[in-house]
């Protein structure tokens, strides 16, 4: 017989390999157990899965559960969901937990509703207070915080709050496999294909500099204030928040942020982002963030090094102006 | 009926616009309301809306009704998706304050549906206030509908029963999947231009009338998430901000560009 699970990490496969997203599941293991908890296992999920568990087994230290079926070789989170909710009962899970990907979204939401319990998405950070168990997150485009609880019995949530820092996790050798039965069902849905541009813009991945366009710049005509600050900047190019692609001001090609690219040049300069947790994904790794927001409650600004409340259609001309000034003397 | 006439509903969401200024109320644990006025319609709600209205000028025969789930002037939007091109609106009253739980919003919208044989619902993928992106999965799993999240394009065959979805993932990822309906699908940004309200239709939903309809669910859900606090975001990792005039900010970017070396100079 099975023992209970305290948390349940849910991790995909795709063509039988691991996504990168599975280190958020460890950085959630890492949190859940650093705020007292207790037993972390792992069902890793794909069509053909043996190797990938066994490596996983010995590089995490955790015991896995492994759930095959042919209908998951693409991402497909209502069989994911309909597959897992069959090895639920044996598992007993007190927390399931998935990386906070729109998949991972999607079959947290299904198990929820399966499982009759609560779910929280996009988790930042897990702490322990008196011994209860708060779940943080973003609300209102990153201004605020919110810290929720789940009940005694549990919940499903999905972690994004980073990968597990070395050392994290248990580290008594290596995890047990053990692979799990299930009977196939039809959800409705047939994946066909996955597919990603080729990457025509790669200078958004070289530039030493980017100039970053959110909603606020207001009007495509704005653009050209960019261009010109650019212009100033060695090795520099032009970026895009997803509103100001949206507005077609720029094409996808240039959005920065989590369905979009992810980014890390040198400097990277946000005029009129409001700085939502999405786009933030795509700045990770920047070196310098300078932000420039009329509004200061902004969430920018709290990824931002530097901060700049004006309006960037009066402030960037001063700026080229007073380049202009120092260039001339 | 023609066969290929489809009944649609959109479910919308009214959130506090982008630059409000967002306060925590007396309980710590929501937000004050503000003035109606600082509230729009949920921007991934737009878009969805709009990919019904095109939906309903391609099939012949084709009705989209808007729902709502929220407070008294949450029917201020449910009257902007009949102005822009929405047949019939339908506000779901929700008077308990505070954090509107996905979970009992979802089970509120499935209740609604069980009955009423929609071919298609869609959804923004996420809210611009809670942004978990769970409301529209959670319906379809109460509904047991197929559902694909972040659709950035779609093709519906009611003839056939199906609909295919281009999904965006992360980093450019695109996966196509193929549903049969009746489907939920969660719309992403882009998908296509929303459209400005047209004169007729902002006249009808001036004076239309809207089905109001109690909320069904207990005001509190034994299994739901709750939301103990709400605070700022931890000044750990604010940005340092330049003071001054604005030709003096100016002046400290340029020698911070200097001094980063990334100026042309």
């Known amino acids: 017989m099975t023992p209970p699970t305290d948390l349940l990490l849910i991790a995909e496969t795709v063509g039988n390999r691991p996504q990168p997203s599975i280190q958020d599941l460890l950085g959630a293991a890492g949190a859940y157990t650093a705020a007292g908890g207790e037993t972390v296992r792992l069902l890793l999920t794909g069509t053909n899965v043996a190797a990938a568990a066994n490596e996983l087994a010995a590089s995490t230290g955790l015991d896995l559960f492994t759930l095959e079926n042919p209908g998951l070789d693409l991402p497909n989170p209502a069989l994911t969901a309909a597959l897992a909710s069959q090895v639920l009962p044996q598992l007993q899970p007190r927390y399931i937990c998935l990386p906070h990907t729109m998949r991972g979204c999607q079959v947290a939401a299904a198990l929820s509703v399966r499982t009759s319990r609560p779910v929280i998405t996009g988790v930042e950070a897990i702490t322990q207070t008196g011994g209860r168990l708060y779940f943080r997150r973003a609300v209102f485009n990153g201004k605020l915080t919110a810290a929720l609880e789940l009940p005694a019995s549990g919940g499903v949530f999905t972690f994004c709050g980073g990968a597990a820092a070395p050392g994290d996790g248990p580290s008594t050798g290596r995890g047990k496999v053990t692979p799990l039965s299930v009977t196939d069902v039809d959800c409705g849905v047939q994946p066909l294909a996955m597919s990603r541009p080729p990457d025509d813009e790669a200078s958004l991945e070289e530039a030493a500099a980017i100039v970053s366009a959110g909603r606020g710049i207001g009007k495509e005509e704005n653009l050209e204030l960019l261009r010109a600050v650019a212009g100033i900047l060695k090795n520099s190019t032009l970026g895009g928040s997803r509103p100001a692609c949206d507005a077609g001001w720029l094409p996808y090609s240039r959005q920065v942020g989590e369905t979009g690219r992810q980014v890390a040049p040198e400097l990277y300069l946000a005029c009129g982002i409001s700085g939502a947790r999405q786009h933030l994904a795509g700045i990770k790794n920047a070196k310098t963030v300078i932000a420039v927001n009329t509004d200061p409650q902004a969430a920018i600004f709290g990824r931002a090094d530097y901060g700049i409340v004006e309006d960037l259609n009066r402030f960037l001309p001063v700026l080229i102006e007073k380049y202009k000034e120092r260039v001339e003397t | ?265």
């Open chain 2, 1 to 265: 009926m023609s066969l290929s006439s489809l009944k649609i509903l959109v479910c919308i969401k009214e959130v506090p616009a982008s630059d409000m200024h967002i306060r925590i109320d007396d309980t710590g644990r929501w937000i004050e309301t503000g003035s109606h006025d600082d509230y729009v319609m949920n921007r991934f709600d737009e878009y969805a809306l709009e990919e019904a209205v095109r939906i309903k000028e391609h099939f012949a025969g084709t009705t989209v009704e808007v729902l709502s789930v929220g407070p008294e002037h949450c029917r201020a939007v449910i009257r902007r998706a009949l102005a822009k091109g929405a047949d019939t609106g339908i506000h779901i009253q929700d008077h308990v304050p505070g954090y509107p739980a996905p979970e009992a919003v979802a089970t509120a919208i499935a209740g609604f549906c069980q009955t009423r044989a929609y071919d298609l619902i869609l959804t923004g993928v996420i809210s611009e206030d809670l942004m978990q992106g769970i409301t529209g999965p959670l319906v379809a799993a109460r509904l047991k509908i197929p559902c694909a999240a972040a659709v950035i394009r779609q093709r519906i065959d009611p003839d056939k029963g199906t609909v295919l979805a281009a999904c965006e993932l992360e980093s450019g990822w695109t996966e196509e999947v193929r549903l049969t309906l009746p489907a939920l699908l969660t719309v992403q940004s882009g998908i296509n231009r929303p459209r400005y309200p047209s004169l007729s239709n902002m006249m009808r939903s001036r004076h239309q009338e809207l089905a109001t309809l109690p909320c069904d669910t207990p005001a509190v859900v034994e299994n739901e998430s709750r939301v103990t606090a709400l605070s700022e975001p931890a000044l750990s990792s604010s940005a340092n901000f330049f003071g001054g005039t604005l030709e003096e900010k100016a002046e400290a970017l340029l020698d911070l560009l200097i001094e980063k070396g990334v100026l042309i100079t």
